[in-house]
């Protein structure tokens, strides 16, 4: 009987095992169709990020959206989003995705963290969208998925958590496990290196103010200094 076999590399491979208890045409059709839809998007994936080497992303490096920082205290790398770079209004998703896996593509390789600062974004300005989050995650190959790590939401605001909780449901338990909310940059400090890892000013001076309101963590503005942060209500 043929299995998918996903390596600790996230390589697809097919097994066929004499051992295996029978399953019926229908259990068999359907393993079979996952087989094949998923070499075919490793096949598909190879293709891209062939055709993409040599396209110049030199000015999606620019808007630094995605960064690779150092490494935890454990020695994975960190890729860096900084959320409030990424323009969606005039970004192409699809270009964004090739850009993104000649990025990652060898990181995925080893075991890896990703550190998301949602910091003075807005998922409405900021973000590729829920659609493109679920596409791109059907579209990456499963090393992508069996080698991350952890991912730090660090300034998550009530938007950005209902669309990432939207997906939830659609993702693996696994994989929604690996989800940690930080709500001050402080935090990060237990898994990772402070000087490997470059915070932007503005995300440092926002924290700074959260250390001041200590009520907007939980919806409550307090000062006039955080009546723009998106996602937070004005004062009460």
């Given at each position: 009987?043929?299995?998918?076999?996903?390596?600790?590399?996230?390589?697809?491979?097919?097994?066929?095992?004499?051992?295996?208890?029978?399953?019926?045409?229908?259990?068999?059709?359907?393993?079979?169709?996952?087989?094949?839809?998923?070499?075919?998007?490793?096949?598909?994936y190879a293709t891209t990020l062939s055709d993409s080497a040599t396209e110049d992303f030199s000015d999606l490096d620019h808007l630094g959206f995605l960064q690779i920082s150092g490494h935890d205290k454990v020695g994975?790398?960190?890729?860096?989003?900084?959320?409030?770079?990424?323009?969606?209004?005039?970004?192409?998703?699809?270009?964004?995705?090739?850009?993104?896996?000649?990025?990652?593509?060898?990181?995925?390789?080893?075991?890896?963290?990703?550190?998301?600062?949602?910091?003075?974004?807005?998922?409405?300005?900021?973000?590729?969208?829920?659609?493109?989050?679920?596409?791109?995650?059907?579209?990456?190959?499963?090393?992508?998925?069996?080698?991350?790590?952890?991912v730090y939401v660090v300034h998550c605001d009530l938007p950005m958590w209902v669309g990432l909780a939207a997906l939830g449901p659609l993702l693996s338990e696994a994989l929604w496990r690996k989800v940690e909310w930080?709500?001050?940059?402080?935090?990060?400090?237990?898994?990772?290196?402070?000087?490997?890892?470059?915070?932007?000013?503005?995300?440092?001076?926002?924290?700074?103010?959260?250390?001041?309101?200590?009520?907007?963590?939980?919806?409550?503005?307090?000062?006039?200094?955080?009546?723009?942060?998106?996602?937070?209500?004005?004062?009460?």
């Amino acid at each position: 009987m043929e299995t998918i076999d996903i390596h600790s590399s996230g390589q697809v491979q097919v097994v066929t095992s004499g051992t295996a208890p029978s399953q019926s045409f229908i259990g068999r059709w359907l393993q079979a169709r996952r087989a094949a839809t998923a070499l075919r998007g490793e096949q598909l994936y190879a293709t891209t990020l062939s055709d993409s080497a040599t396209e110049d992303f030199s000015d999606l490096d620019h808007l630094g959206f995605l960064q690779i920082s150092g490494h935890d205290k454990v020695g994975r790398p960190i890729v860096v989003v900084v959320a409030r770079n990424y323009q969606a209004k005039v970004l192409s998703p699809e270009r964004v995705y090739r850009y993104l896996i000649t990025r990652l593509d060898q990181i995925a390789n080893e075991p890896y963290s990703i550190i998301w600062f949602h910091t003075s974004s807005s998922y409405w300005q900021n973000s590729p969208g829920l659609s493109w989050m679920w596409r791109t995650y059907e579209r990456l190959p499963a090393k992508y998925r069996a080698n991350l790590h952890r991912v730090y939401v660090v300034h998550c605001d009530l938007p950005m958590w209902v669309g990432l909780a939207a997906l939830g449901p659609l993702l693996s338990e696994a994989l929604w496990r690996k989800v940690e909310w930080v709500s001050r940059v402080e935090f990060l400090w237990d898994n990772v290196h402070k000087k490997q890892l470059l915070i932007p000013d503005f995300v440092a001076e926002h924290d700074a103010i959260l250390e001041d309101q200590p009520l907007m963590d939980y919806g409550v503005v307090a000062a006039k200094e955080v009546n723009s942060v998106p996602g937070l209500p004005g004062p009460v």
